[in-house]
């Protein structure tokens, strides 16, 4: 079990990562000390793949703790957004259940330790910019899951 500053240093960390994947820091620091959401922009440390909350779940279970990278989820809209490597659109081209968002689009977050606005992070990160593999995100998913490309039909 972790020690209550163990866990305090885990957020901070989390924090400080957040934060500098965006243009503009200061302005998401701002907005968590108002208890709002800050807005990040993807396609600069990461992508966001989105699937709902339900089937996220479902999925997460068959990842490996040390294999989870950061994951946020609104359970009032049924979405879950799990951070994954820039590169990563392509392992996941093929899983009907996951929608990668452009770069460019933006994810409303809250810090770390905290629910904002009924979003909360389920695997939160840790400050060492860990990514979900999107390989294994889309294995996660299943093989139901697992759309064949066209190319692999003919």
């Known amino acids: ?16 990562w ?15 000390q108002t208890d709002d959401l800050a807005t990040l922009a993807s396609g600069e440390s990461w992508l966001v793949a ?7 779940m479902a999925a997460a279970v068959r990842i490996r703790e040390e294999q ?8 009032e809209l049924d979405r ?8 990563g659109a392509g392992e996941l081209a093929g899983v009907r259940q996951v929608t990668v968002q452009p770069a460019g689009w933006s994810l409303h977050c809250p810090p770390t330790g905290q629910q904002v606005a009924g979003r909360w992070w389920l695997w939160r990160p840790d400050g060492t ?3 979900t593999d999107p390989a294994v ?8 899951g697992h759309r064949p490309s066209a190319a692999g039909m003919a």
């Open 80 to 87: 879950a957004w799990w951070l994954v490597p820039t590169g």
């Open 137 to 144: 995100l889309a294995a996660a998913f299943g093989p139901a």
């Open 129 to 131: 910019g860990r990514l």
């Open 68 to 75: 989870r990278g950061p994951v946020l989820a609104d359970p």
């Open 50 to 56: 989105e699937s709902r909350l339900v089937t996220g």
């Open 18 to 32: 957040l934060a500098q994947c965006s243009a503009h820091p200061d302005l998401v620091r701002q907005a968590w």
């Open 1 to 16: 079990m972790d020690h209550p500053v163990q866990l305090a240093q885990r957020y901070v960390a989390g924090d400080a």
